[in-house]
């Protein structure tokens, strides 16, 4: 929608949305992204600032005419299409969340079993296409969140989890070269320009990477990560 496509010009400057990022350096679109999400969540304080705003402006002007009387239904207008977008996000959400879990509770087991294998093996046959689904999950998922039909949170989840797996060497080096063909919807991490990893760290637990669970709240339909 256009009022959304405009809304991260009109508050990227704003500090409270310097408090929507996380630790990473996020692009404009992942801005905007934060802007939505922070718009579906307090459209009703969106509403009632838009109605006060409109109501002094009719005061302020005085009009004489009824020219100026359909102004009134913005916050009107503003607040069913909120809501009606929200309610279909909300489902796709849901539908895309259950889809990238039920994909990945798949690949679990074997990717945890990669980190046993020995560092100097190539990794090739079953373990090649094991890795390339799973390159092919995170980028998809990478994609619907930039797309804005991902929250911000779970990606961040899903994210840190991507992290946790670049920790082996063998996964890191053979999924660098993989995002140098840039087949995975742009997809990066940022130490790809700045490798900080360290000799001799151990990178090789076999601790299960966590994803969240959703859970629908009836307030705010937040969405959590499992303990």
């Known amino acids: 929608m256009l009022w959304f496509n405009a809304a991260p010009l009109i508050v990227a400057g704003l500090p409270w949305c310097q408090s929507l990022q996380s630790e990473e350096t996020w692009s404009s679109s992942g801005i905007a992204v934060d802007v939505k999400h922070w718009v579906l969540r307090h459209y009703l304080w969106v509403a009632l600032i838009l109605l006060l705003s409109t109501v002094a402006t009719v005061v302020l002007l005085r009009p004489t005419d009824w020219k100026w009387l359909p102004i009134m239904g913005i916050p009107f207008t503003f607040l069913i299409t909120v809501q009606k977008q929200k309610t279909e996000e909300l489902s796709l959400f849901k539908q895309l969340f259950t889809e990238f879990n039920h994909r990945y509770d798949g690949l679990n087991a074997k990717l945890n079993a990669i980190p046993n294998e020995p560092m100097e093996k190539e990794i090739e046959g079953d373990e090649r296409n094991l890795l390339f689904d799973y390159f092919n999950l995170c ?13 911000p949170q779970v990606w961040k989840a899903w994210y840190n989890g991507m992290k946790i797996f670049r920790r082996n060497p063998r996964v890191k080096n053979f999924w660098d070269k993989e995002l140098k063909n840039d087949s995975y919807y742009g997809l990066s991490f940022s130490d790809l320009l700045e490798d900080n990893y360290q000799a001799g760290e151990n990178t090789t637990s076999n601790a ?7 859970e629908e709240d009836d307030t705010n339909n937040d969405e959590r990560r499992a303990a």
């Open 139 to 151: 980028g998809e998922e990478y994609l619907f969140y930039e797309q804005g039909y991902i929250y």
């Open 208 to 214: 299960a990477v966590q994803r969240p669970q959703y």
